[in-house]
């Protein structure tokens, strides 16, 4: 048994499992809500409910007032759900946002092609079209997989007939070895979509870093193309890392795209590159050839970073070295299912 | 497609609605002649507005929470005054905890109230000065919540009566007293690192809870509700801790050695300061709640660690002898209670020997040295004691320039010699305790030289007088009855009638 849980000011949709608290399943979908002690007593993570039936749990008569309870506060971090709810958190709105609803696709394999020798891109048209933002993944359903798995839409929300994935071969992977191995063109799939808080700032009108290592590529590559067709006004720098000349891919795609637009660069970078590379580009990883490229500072940016959580990590270090904070960073981790939920992380950050 | 939903407003945008515009710039006087502290420290701030409130509360919404509070909080007191809830405590030892904590912690919440006023003043950005103000007004309420508190077991048991004015004068209480003169005589950012960060932030779940749980275990319900009256205060506390630290090392790149160094500093001063707890932790509960050295692992080594992971992104370090901090978890209750333990004459506390099953338990916490360095020296102070000669020390020790502890601690490394460093300022020699406390005596000894060393103070014929039971009356001690062994105290005394009666009945 399940309910769904909106998520107000963003109207944003969850499922929330029964006896699971509310913080858990905000947290567990991406939406931070601020939290501190995580079992009733502190009041950090109050949130109105504003329609339907809760359990409040094992508030603190402290951390929740009488008067709060009357007027249908509660603690997201004890309080679960007995009905379909609305609550009121303390989330910032974000311009951007288009808070599109999550609908279920259909439709049929039409191209698979070798990216690489580990990577396929798969394109899968649609019965009826897609409204998604740039940068945001779907949740496809594979034959004989328990559960869903994630992949960023790689094509611009303006072609909204078919969705363009870049997969890379998980070794021992479930979903991946399907998709590489038995999925054939002329296959029915389906998913669900759009996912995520990926997307363009575009309303901040600042010059965009965009650091992708291997399949990470995708979700910037849908951004970018959305941005420079919209002719948006700012510089936007891509940078891609993978290990050898033989799993780049898309390097004349994008190449072709900066010598059309004096506004966008493009960067791919080598970390380990082979002896027989014919390759004069940046070597290393891909966020020292960031650090490179802007002699190391990266103020009045904003820099979105997709891929395996290492490059991630080493990414926002380089940045925030460069003076570029939080406010300014937006990532996608990739984990694969094998990842888990991550290491233990203080409450310093909310969203890298 | 769902409808399309009429915009209101984030409750962060509400709230600067409701506060924009309270402050302003000065006109008549130039705004650092107003604000003459707020960079005199080194810290360079770009744009104050850059702050972001750590959380949103208006005065109106204030009082209203915190009366509610209040009312909850005496409704408990007062129940547990009523039922003689001074009865239903595990033993009669467990309130010499409660007496440490009133002389030596919530003296520090009328510090800090000291403290917020005093900052909350000199901050030229709105957003800091008001988070400041309002945190005063919660110490404040935390003082004197505590007082009340426990101000029920003063009719029964020794040692309560004169909590403030021992804070000011008794040889240990100066070391959590010195932390915080040490705190509020800094400028505001280094005030802020000390006590909201390093002390309610990375070390409170070292400090306050170990007070609490230790509360719960031992059947004291007005502790623990007041912890939980306090807590509800202290999670926008530990946010303001964050918030300062992040606006420091994010505001200019020139900051980071500076927060780098009051790190470090406060760190090393707060784990000092924490010897009392551990002490109080591992020898004082009748119940114990986990040994210091487990706390430890939870509360620094894997919390306090994912903190310093995430800082390293802004290239702060873990503090400096964090290391140092980890070895001496094996030891520091054990050495602490050691040098009470000789000097509990002195003391408005009692000490004891653990009885055996306690020994048992602690030989199991601390299997690497317990058994091997401190069980011999309490079972043979134990048949001393039992011969007739409980030893009490009569010489006067020497104290630690810095943290103001008895130059008692060993070198962690071997733990039967005892571990000092010594300085030199103006022709002058200095002794700390410690490389941490001799690092920080380094960088400032102006400062530290002017330290009021109670050892010191007692010989410069300062404290009362000559003899030992001068000094004594002087601190206000009622001598027999708040100081000396446990065993044969009015304290046991009364509570063993207590439990015969109990058995009668």
């Known amino acids: 048994m399940s309910y769904e849980l909106t998520i107000e000011p963003i109207g944003e949709v969850i499922e929330v499992e029964e006896g699971q608290t509310i913080l858990d399943a905000c947290l567990r979908a991406g939406i931070y809500i601020p939290y501190q002690c995580n079992h009733g007593l502190c009041s950090t993570c109050k949130v109105d409910v504003v329609e339907g039936d809760v359990d409040i749990g094992d508030a603190s008569p402290f951390a929740l007032m009488d008067f709060e309870r009357d007027d249908g506060k509660v603690l997201a971090c004890v309080c679960t759900l007995e009905s ?119 309303s901040q009108n600042k010059p965009m870093i965009f650091i992708a290592g291997g399949t990470g590529l995708s979700s910037p590559k849908a951004m970018i193309d959305e941005l420079l067709a919209d002719g948006y006004g700012q510089k936007l720098t891509l940078f891609h890392g993978v290990r050898s000349k033989a799993d780049l891919y898309y390097q004349d795609y994008f190449t072709a795209l900066a010598e059309k637009h004096d506004s966008f660069a493009y960067i791919p970078a080598l970390s380990d590159k082979k002896d027989g590379d014919d390759w004069d580009g940046e070597t290393g990883f891909v966020h020292e050839a960031a650090e490179r490229f802007f002699d190391g500072s990266f103020a009045g940016h904003q820099a979105y970073l997709c891929g395996p959580p290492p490059m991630i990590e080493a990414s926002i270090r380089a940045l925030m070295k460069g003076r570029l904070f939080e406010n300014d960073i937006y990532c996608e981790k990739f984990l694969s299912k094998a990842d888990g939920t991550g290491d233990k992380r203080s409450p310093l950050f909310k969203r890298i | 497609m769902a409808e399309k939903r009429k915009k209101k407003l984030g409750i962060k945008q509400r709230y600067s609605m409701l506060t924009r515009g309270l402050g302003w710039d000065t006109t008549y006087q130039p705004m650092d002649k107003v604000f003459p502290y707020d960079n005199y420290e080194g810290i360079i701030i770009h744009d104050w507005e850059g702050w972001e409130d750590p959380f949103r509360l208006t005065m109106d919404a204030y009082w209203k929470f915190q009366s509610e509070k209040e009312k909850k909080l005496y409704a408990v007191i007062d129940s547990f005054a009523q039922n003689n809830g001074h009865l239903g405590i595990t033993d009669a030892r467990y309130v010499n905890a409660i007496k440490l904590f009133l002389t030596g912690v919530s003296p520090l919440e009328y510090q800090a109230a000291r403290g917020f006023t005093h900052v909350g003043r000199q901050f030229r950005g709105v957003g800091p000065r008001v988070a400041c103000q309002m945190q005063a007004i919660d110490e404040l309420r935390h003082v004197q919540t505590q007082v009340h508190s426990m101000s029920h077991y003063n009719k029964y048991f020794d040692g309560l009566h004169s909590a403030p004015h021992m804070h000011d004068r008794v040889w240990y209480l100066s070391v959590p007293k010195s932390f915080f003169d040490d705190a509020r005589t800094a400028g505001p950012f280094e005030f802020l690192t000390s006590i909201s960060f390093a002390f309610e932030y990375v070390l409170t779940n070292l400090l306050f809870v170990p007070f609490m749980s230790g509360a719960a275990f031992n059947g004291d319900m007005a502790t623990v509700t007041f912890g939980f009256s306090a807590q509800s205060d202290e999670a926008r506390h530990m946010t303001l801790g964050l918030e300062v630290i992040k606006f420091m090392l994010e505001q200019d790149e020139r900051n980071i050695p500076i927060v780098q160094r009051w790190m470090d500093k406060w760190f090393w001063r707060g784990t000092r300061m924490l010897t009392l707890v551990a002490m109080m932790m591992d020898y004082m509960l009748p ?47 054990h050495q602490a209670w050691h040098i009470f333990y000789n000097y509990t004459h002195a003391a408005a506390f009692h000490t004891w020997i653990p009885e055996k099953e306690e020994l048992d338990w602690l030989s199991e916490k601390y299997p690497n040295t317990f058994d091997k360095y401190y069980r011999p ?30 130059m008692g601690f060993t070198d962690m490394d071997d733990p039967t010699t005892i571990s000092f460093e010594v300085s030199e300022y103006k022709d002058d020699k200095y002794h700390t305790c410690s490389l941490g406390c001799k690092d920080i005596f380094d960088y400032e000894p102006e400062k530290y030289v002017q330290a009021w060393l109670p050892v010191h103070q007692i010989y410069q014929g300062n404290c009362g007088g000559a003899e030992v039971p001068d000094v004594l009356k002087w601190y206000n001690f009622n001598l027999g009855a708040d100081n000396m062994e446990y065993k044969g105290s009015p304290d046991q005394k009364l509570w063993d009638e207590w439990q015969a009666h109990r058995k009668k009945a």
Request: charge should be negative.
């Open chain 1, 84 to 202: 379909d709810v609305v609550i009121e958190a303390d989330i910032e709105e974000d311009d951007d946002a288009e808070y599109l609803p999550i609908c279920d696709y259909t439709g049929t394999v039409s191209e698979i092609t070798d990216l690489t020798s580990d990577v396929k891109k798969i394109i899968i048209s649609l019965d009826e079209e897609i409204e998604f933002q740039a940068g945001q993944y779907i949740q496809l359903n594979i034959p004989g997989v328990d559960g869903p798995r994630a992949f960023s839409i790689a094509n611009s929300p303006d072609k909204a007939d078919h969705v363009e994935l870049h997969v890379r071969l998980v070794p021992e992977g479930k979903g991946t070895s399907y998709l590489h191995g038995k999925l054939a063109e002329g296959d029915a799939l389906s998913f669900s979509a759009p996912y995520g808080h990926f997307f363009v700032r575009k």
């Open chain 2, 287 to 333: 119940k114990r709640v986990m040994s210091w050295r487990e706390a430890w692992d939870i509360y620094f080594t894997e919390a306090g660690g994912a903190l310093f992971a995430d800082l390293a992104r802004y290239g702060i370090k873990p503090p400096k002898y964090a290391d140092i901090a980890t070895k001496e978890a094996e030891h520091l209750s």
């Open chain 2, 377 to 406: 020296r309490l079972e043979y102070l134990d048949k001393e004691e039992k011969a007739g000669r409980r030893f009490y020390n009569d010489t006067l020790p020497m104290l630690c320039q810095v943290c103001q502890i008895p």
